[in-house]
């Protein structure tokens, strides 16, 4: 009996060891992988997918043209679905340059603020499409009727068609262009030396399937013709346009349309950038153009710019605002004329609001031994009292600085100290509330710093001479 015990005993013992002990450790490890699992942080949300624009239902019909704004792309679109409940072109035998009847059309719109030539840029989404094109000059009131009749006549016709064979033959050379991957270099690599500001490249411009340029050679496309756009037109401030856009293809896909006038332009890169960060950011940016037949246009309006083109015409004046969360807000008033002596790009460093942040002021100038401003030092300062204007939420500290050989440190201690009140007057006197700033001179120490600095032919003099440091926000106060 007691040899059956023992029997028995290590029987419980081997499967206690050999069965039951991997499940536990199993157990354990699921656990284990459990906890892990919930401390991964969750996966970032897909980016958005750049959704077509739905054309409106009746947009098929000349009176619910759609309205374009110059330089800016509308689409990509939904298909054109139907010539409409009117069909408002129809060739005769009088008028046969025009469509046969409307297959599947989309009417737009586009009023001209300066004088110049008309350029139109259609891509197609599917360039087997057959896509033809009109346009009309608004001749007022009546003018749908008068299109209905025929009585009104289009000012540029492109009813070209598609040449099959030369869209096949640009396909393959495509596909012939692709790069080939080039094999791994060997040997030492060389370091590549990092920019000051890195490059800002511009996205890829999407190849136009027709419309019309002033590089193009004619002036008329027929039904019997073969090509894709036709010479622009010349056009006049005030003038209001109609294309007229019709699908000949049945199931055809959409397209993007982009209407601007051809005229003598400066068209700088616009860019704004955060020096502490190194990168160029994007910004809520609004620039107003003054002086055309409305009055004020905006040529860009855009939560989430960029960076790109943007085209100022002569003869105009323009306002820009861009702004940013933890950013000072930039604005700028400039005439055309101003432009054209610039370089190529428009480089905006936006300033931190954070606290800490520092501006240094080089180029503002004092009366000798004295604290009156003189020179240009009011048009310096002017664009320090926009910036801090445009947040009153902001306060800073106003410090100035002496040229100091440190012959008398009282003087000037006294004399920077007077420097930065007249400096906080001035802001005051523009504008700024007193409250909002405090004011500070130099050290002792820092006199005899500077005065060390001027005495050693070795050392660079600091040519400050007035520096603004954030100290806060009114809302971290409360």
């Known amino acids: 009996m007691k040899t059956m015990k023992r029997i028995l005993i290590a029987l419980l013992c081997c499967t206690v060891l050999f069965g039951v002990a991997p499940d536990v450790q199993a157990q354990t490890k699921k656990k284990k992988a459990t906890t892990t699992a919930k401390k991964k942080k969750p996966a970032a949300p897909p980016a958005p997918v750049k959704t077509d624009v739905e054309l409106p239902y009746n947009c098929n019909d000349c009176l619910f043209a759609i309205d374009l704004q110059l330089d800016r792309p509308y689409g990509p679109t939904t298909a054109p679905d139907g010539g409409g409940r009117m069909q408002e072109v129809v060739a005769d035998k009088a008028h046969p340059n025009l469509f046969e009847r409307e297959h599947n059309t989309v009417w737009y719109k586009v009023k001209i603020p300066y004088n110049g030539k008309l350029e139109i840029n259609i891509v197609q989404k599917n360039q087997w499409d057959d896509y033809d094109f009109m346009v009309y000059k608004n001749t007022g009131v009546y ?22 064979n030369a869209l096949a033959a640009a396909v393959l050379k495509a596909n012939e262009a692709k790069p080939k991957p080039k094999p791994a270099a060997q040997g030492q690599t060389k370091q590549k030396k990092e920019a000051e500001e890195p490059v800002f490249d511009l996205p890829p411009a999407e190849v136009p399937t027709i419309g019309m340029s002033v590089d193009a050679k004619d002036k008329m496309l027929t039904k019997k013709q073969v090509g894709g756009f036709i010479q622009s037109i010349p056009v006049h401030m005030g003038e209001e346009y109609y294309i007229v856009l019709d699908n000949c293809g ?21 860019l704004f950038y955060d020096r502490k960060a190194k ?26 710019y960029r960076g790109g083109k943007v085209k100022f015409v002569p003869g105009f004046s323009y306002t820009l605002y861009a702004k940013r969360d933890g950013y000072f807000s930039v604005y700028r008033e400039f005439n055309s004329r101003d432009l054209m002596l610039r370089d190529t790009i428009m480089l905006y460093n936006l300033e931190r609001t954070e606290r800490g942040s520092t501006f240094p002021i080089h180029n503002v100038y004092f009366e000798d031994s ?3 401003l003189i020179g240009g030092s009011d048009t ?5 009292v926009a910036m801090f204007l445009n947040h009153p939420e902001i306060t800073f500290l106003v410090k100035a600085y002496v040229s100091t050989y440190g012959v008398n440190a009282e003087e000037d201690m006294l004399l920077s100290l007077e420097r930065a009140k007249t400096v906080k007057d001035f802001f005051v006197k523009h504008g700024i509330a007193a409250e909002r700033m405090t004011t500070a001179g130099m050290t002792r120490n820092e006199i005899k710093r500077a005065a060390a600095a001027a005495l050693d032919t070795k050392s660079t003099f600091s040519n400050i001479k007035v520096e603004l440091i954030i100290t806060g926000k009114t809302t971290d106060q409360k």
């Open 370 to 372: 004295e604290a009156t």
């Open 250 to 270: 049945m199931n055809g896909q959409g397209h993007t349309i982009t209407v601007s006038v051809h005229a003598d332009a400066y068209e700088p890169l616009v």
């Open 143 to 164: 003018f749908s009727n008068q299109v209905l009749q025929n009585k009104v006549l289009p000012v540029a016709v492109n009813l070209g068609q598609v040449d099959s």
């Open 380 to 384: 310096v300062l002017m664009d320090y």
């Open 279 to 304: 990168k160029y950011i994007d910004v809520d940016l609004m620039i107003l153009e003054k002086g055309g037949a409305e009055g004020e246009r905006p040529i860009v309006k855009d939560e989430h």
